[in-house]
């Protein structure tokens, strides 16, 4: 069992998001097929890339001012592991 705390509210990867200066995310994608996650910080350079299987979740730790984007099916939120 994974307990998350929330610090935010869940959006899409539509476009880059820092998602509120993030620190640690967790992404699902929600579509029917894989998608691609691209990671980059704050001048635009891609850091990585990953690909999230459909139904899927991954978490991505990352830089507060660092960047994730990779489309509509990508539903993100902001979170922190607690006890």
């Known amino acids: 069992m ?14 880059a998001n820092a998602l509120s200066l993030a620190k640690l995310v967790r992404v699902y ?8 996650v ?9 850091l990585g890339t990953v690909t999230v299987k459909t139904k899927d979740i991954v978490f991505i730790r990352k830089s507060g001012t660092d960047t994730l984007e990779g489309g509509a099916a990508l539903k993100a939120v902001s979170v922190a592991f607690t006890d």
């Not at 994974?2 to 869940?10: D, N, W």
């Not at 994608?29 to 691609?36: K, R, T």
């Open 29 to 36: 994608n929600s579509g029917a097929s894989d998608l691609v």
């Open 38 to 46: 691209t990671h980059k910080n704050a001048g635009g350079t891609t």
């Open 2 to 15: 994974r307990i998350l705390k929330l610090l935010g509210s869940e959006g899409n990867l539509t476009s």
